[in-house]
């Protein structure tokens, strides 16, 4: 059995704002496989399907951003999923927008949703970064929670699917080959 959490924060407010690009891409995974995002538990908005003969649960946390790790942690031990069955899809200041990159495992970096879910089920699970840049000349906190504007609207939903497909070659074949298919240095 299998999570992939998308990271977001919940709320009409926070839709397709840059800090919710994770939540975005796990709704192309559950478009591509016909999933209903409409459970309520463990913290988390899920629905589930069947990739390459694998139970997958398609995870949204619903604790906002800093606190991911919470529900992470909830439905991995009810599940008793071990943390290499994990794939978390999110954003990252620290990348170029069009910029996508996969990781076997590692630090959080900047990221205070990924510190929370290394804090509560440790580093050893595979994430997938989606690139949303920085703007030096902003506030951290207002950029990551504004909308994309028109010149990086298509390119981040090309990021986005191939997020998605990311996932799913991770779960068919494994992160080494997601690695070599779609990290992606930038699109313009």
Do not use: W
Not at 40 to 59: A, D, H, P, R
Not at 151 to 161: A, G, N, P, S, Y
């Amino acid at each position: 059995m299998y999570i992939i959490a998308g990271l977001g924060n919940p709320g009409k407010e926070y839709t397709g704002t840059r800090h919710n690009v994770g939540y975005d891409a796990l709704d192309c995974l559950a478009d591509k496989y016909d999933v209903k995002l409409n459970k309520l538990k463990f913290n988390s908005v899920y629905g589930e399907t069947t990739i390459n003969g694998e139970k997958v649960m398609l995870v949204k946390p619903v604790t906002y951003m800093n606190r991911s790790g919470v529900a992470i942690d909830e439905i991995m031990k009810f599940y008793k999923i071990p943390v290499e069955n994990l794939i978390v899809i999110y954003d990252d200041i620290d990348i170029p927008v069009g910029t996508l990159r996969i990781r076997p495992h590692g630090s959080p970096g900047t990221h205070n949703g990924m510190r929370s879910i290394i804090q509560h089920v440790g580093s050893g699970f595979p994430r997938i970064r989606i690139g949303i840049g920085r703007n030096p000349d902003m506030d951290l906190a207002d950029y990551v929670l504004q909308r994309f504007g028109a010149e990086d609207k298509d390119i981040i939903r090309t990021i986005m699917e191939k997020a998605s497909e990311a996932a799913i070659e991770i779960i068919k074949n494994n992160v080494d080959t997601a690695m070599q298919k779609y990290n992606i240095k930038t699109i313009d």
